[in-house]
């Protein structure tokens, strides 16, 4: 029933609790597991390319070599996530593999669920965000709306 699931993973304790819940049923169905994480680079600074001192003021300056050193950073962030949870998969016996992916993260997950042809998609209630502490994720409410497979939210 669900040999292709698809599990969102920002490294909140939600998505941790999510990726436990996906490969027990991984583990019932013989199934495949394939983490997610989605990455975006929030903070669209004016970018330049060597510092200035005629800057507006309150208008963030950074050289175009601060902008690529953030953005792989937080690439990196992602990478480690990833290979966490595919660790944790793996040590369960579970067929694992791994997606990073940079923008807009509901919908490139809802999107890899559908180009993957995914049975099932397995988030965590709330992401990793202080924000998104106080209700049900945004990220999660926008899969859970936008989604065209099943998706257990797990809390």
Same mark, same amino acid.
């Given at each position: 029933?669900?040999?292709?699931?698809?599990?969102?993973?920002?490294?909140?304790?939600?998505?941790?609790?999510?990726?436990?819940?996906?490969? @027990?049923? =991984? #583990?019932?169905?013989?199934?495949?597991?394939?983490?997610?994480? %989605?990455?975006?680079? /929030? *903070?669209?600074? &004016?970018?330049?390319?060597?510092?200035?001192?005629?800057?507006?003021?309150?208008?963030?300056?950074?050289?175009?070599?601060?902008?690529?050193?953030?953005?792989?950073?937080?690439?990196?962030?992602?990478?480690?996530?990833?290979?966490?949870?595919? @660790?944790? =998969? #793996?040590?369960?016996?579970?067929?694992?593999?791994?997606?990073? %992916?940079?923008?807009? /993260? *509901?919908?490139? &997950?809802?999107?890899?669920?559908?180009?993957?042809?995914?049975?099932?998609?397995?988030?965590?209630?709330?992401?990793?965000?202080?924000?998104?502490?106080?209700?049900?994720?945004?990220?999660?409410?926008?899969?859970?709306?936008?989604?065209?497979?099943?998706?257990?939210?797990?809390?």
């Amino acid at each position: 029933m669900f040999k292709n699931v698809l599990v969102g993973l920002d490294g909140s304790e939600h998505s941790l609790k999510a990726l436990e819940t996906a490969t @027990q049923i =991984a #583990k019932e169905f013989s199934g495949k597991l394939t983490l997610i994480h %989605v990455y975006s680079v /929030a *903070v669209r600074p &004016i970018i330049v390319p060597e510092p200035t001192t005629f800057s507006p003021a309150g208008v963030s300056v950074i050289t175009a070599e601060e902008a690529s050193r953030v953005a792989q950073a937080v690439r990196e962030a992602g990478r480690r996530v990833l290979a966490e949870g595919e @660790q944790k =998969a #793996k040590a369960e016996k579970v067929q694992v593999e791994t997606m990073l %992916v940079e923008g807009h /993260a *509901v919908q490139e &997950i809802v999107r890899a669920a559908k180009e993957g042809k995914f049975d099932l998609i397995v988030i965590g209630a709330k992401g990793i965000s202080r924000i998104r502490e106080l209700l049900l994720g945004s990220v999660t409410d926008g899969v859970v709306h936008h989604a065209a497979c099943p998706v257990l939210v797990v809390k």
